[in-house]
């Protein structure tokens, strides 16, 4: 019995799972060195190169799951697992570490990856596919408009701190993280069931 996703709660949750907001802080520390004319481009460049990535794992998901002899069950219930670990770290974050300072522009790390395109967005849109191949487009629109509100809110990300201020900024990650536990929890009940619906059977 997997989870049945619309368009919108599949773009909902691939913007909660790409985590822009959270990103903020990463995105700013990693341009620090950057000329501020040019951190737009570089962000909308590592935007484009995480949906490369993720576009690439929506139509090699298949093959994959076969390659590694893995069920669209064990997908779910470990997908689920995995996003219910992000949302607690979404609300309860770990103490902040300073990442070291690079003098250049960074290039696909850690931006692009693991910023964006994670293992959890990496598991997510194959979990969309493995579910669903015939709305394959749909999974692509969504995930298209989820890396188009990425790119707006990084390089919109100083003046949303500006004006918001830090405090709105982690309210709203955490009220996030908060819809994540929701889905997660959700997830991996769904995939309990039909597991347990399996062995009822046999």
Same mark, same amino acid.
Request: charge should be neutral; include cysteine; aromatic fraction near 6%.
């Given at each position: 019995?997997?989870?049945?996703?619309?368009?919108?709660?599949?773009?909902?949750?691939?913007?909660?799972?790409?985590?822009?907001?959270?990103?903020?802080?990463?995105?700013?520390?990693?341009?620090?060195?950057?000329?501020?004319?040019?951190?737009?481009?570089?962000?909308?460049?590592?935007?484009?190169?995480?949906?490369?990535?993720?576009?690439?794992?929506?139509?090699?998901?298949?093959?994959?799951? !076969? *390659?590694?002899?893995?069920?669209? @069950? /064990?997908?779910?219930?470990?997908?689920?697992? +995995? =996003?219910?670990?992000? &949302?607690? $770290?979404?609300?309860?974050?770990?103490?902040?570490?300073?990442?070291?300072?690079?003098?250049?522009?960074?290039?696909?790390?850690?931006?692009?990856?693991?910023?964006?395109?994670?293992?959890?967005?990496?598991?997510?849109?194959?979990?969309?596919?493995?579910?669903?191949?015939?709305? !394959? *487009?749909?999974?692509?629109?969504? @995930? /298209?408009?989820?890396?188009?509100?990425?790119? +707006? =809110?990084?390089?919109? &990300?100083? $003046?949303?701190?500006?004006?918001?201020?830090?405090?709105?900024?982690?309210?709203?990650?955490?009220?996030?993280?908060?819809?994540?536990?929701?889905?997660?929890?959700?997830?991996?009940?769904?995939?309990?069931?039909?597991?347990?619906?399996?062995?009822?059977?046999?």
């Amino acid at each position: 019995m997997a989870m049945n996703y619309t368009f919108a709660s599949a773009t909902i949750l691939l913007v909660l799972i790409t985590d822009p907001i959270g990103n903020i802080p990463i995105f700013a520390n990693a341009l620090r060195h950057v000329p501020p004319q040019r951190r737009p481009w570089v962000i909308v460049r590592e935007v484009l190169i995480a949906f490369v990535l993720l576009l690439a794992f929506m139509f090699v998901g298949d093959s994959f799951l !076969r *390659l590694m002899n893995l069920s669209e @069950l /064990s997908l779910q219930i470990g997908g689920g697992v +995995i =996003l219910f670990l992000i &949302a607690l $770290r979404m609300i309860f974050p770990p103490p902040s570490t300073d990442t070291p300072d690079t003098s250049g522009e960074p290039l696909i790390v850690p931006l692009a990856i693991p910023a964006i395109a994670g293992p959890s967005a990496l598991a997510t849109v194959l979990l969309l596919v493995s579910q669903a191949p015939d709305r !394959r *487009l749909e999974w692509i629109g969504a @995930l /298209s408009i989820t890396m188009a509100i990425c790119a +707006i =809110l990084l390089v919109l &990300a100083e $003046r949303i701190q500006r004006v918001a201020g830090d405090r709105f900024v982690v309210a709203l990650e955490r009220l996030m993280g908060l819809v994540l536990v929701a889905m997660s929890i959700e997830m991996m009940l769904r995939g309990i069931k039909t597991f347990v619906m399996q062995l009822a059977r046999t």
